[in-house]
């Protein structure tokens, strides 16, 4: 028996004509904001006030940054503020290895394995093989 595989799940379900809830939500409070200073105060101020209050809004309803929403920018804005910020970086002097070596005797050389065709070919050849014996499908998953 076959299952239907919901699709498209990231989408939010437009709920408010074209807003979803969370943009109604947002450009709601905004708007209630702004009549809240028309209310109490002069309207000069209250017009000074309740405009970066409509762009924040706007804003957090519509912009995005980098494909992330933009209240979770301001999320991490403030996780980034408000947490501690300790960086200790600890240079250790490091002494040099200085080898004796008797006059008489060869210096000591650093063994460089040679990656010759043959084993590149062999390297590739068993990374294949080992890819192959379990693959994914669409159709396990």
């Known amino acids: 028996m076959r299952f239907q595989v919901p699709q498209f799940i990231e989408v939010e379900d ?13 450009v709601a409070g ?14 000069f101020v209250a017009i000074l006030l309740s405009i970066p209050v409509l762009i924040f809004g706007a804003a957090l309803s519509f912009f995005r ?10 999320e ?8 501690s910020k300790l960086y200790v970086w600890k240079k250790e002097e ?15 050389q650093i063994y ?14 068993s990374l294949d093989i080992k890819e192959n ?3 994914i499908t669409k159709d396990t998953v």
């Open 76 to 83: 991490d804005f403030f996780h980034y503020t408000l947490s």
């Open 133 to 135: 014996q379990n693959p």
């Open 14 to 26: 437009k709920l408010f004509g074209p807003l979803t809830f969370k943009q109604f939500i947002y």
């Open 94 to 108: 490091k002494q040099p290895e200085t080898k004796v070596v008797e006059p008489g005797q060869p210096t000591p």
């Open 65 to 74: 940054v980098n494909e992330r929403p933009f209240i979770q920018v301001v």
């Open 30 to 43: 905004a708007i209630g904001l702004s009549v809240i200073f028309f209310i109490l105060l002069p309207t």
């Open 112 to 125: 460089v394995p040679k990656l010759s065709e043959s084993k590149l070919k062999d390297l590739s050849w």
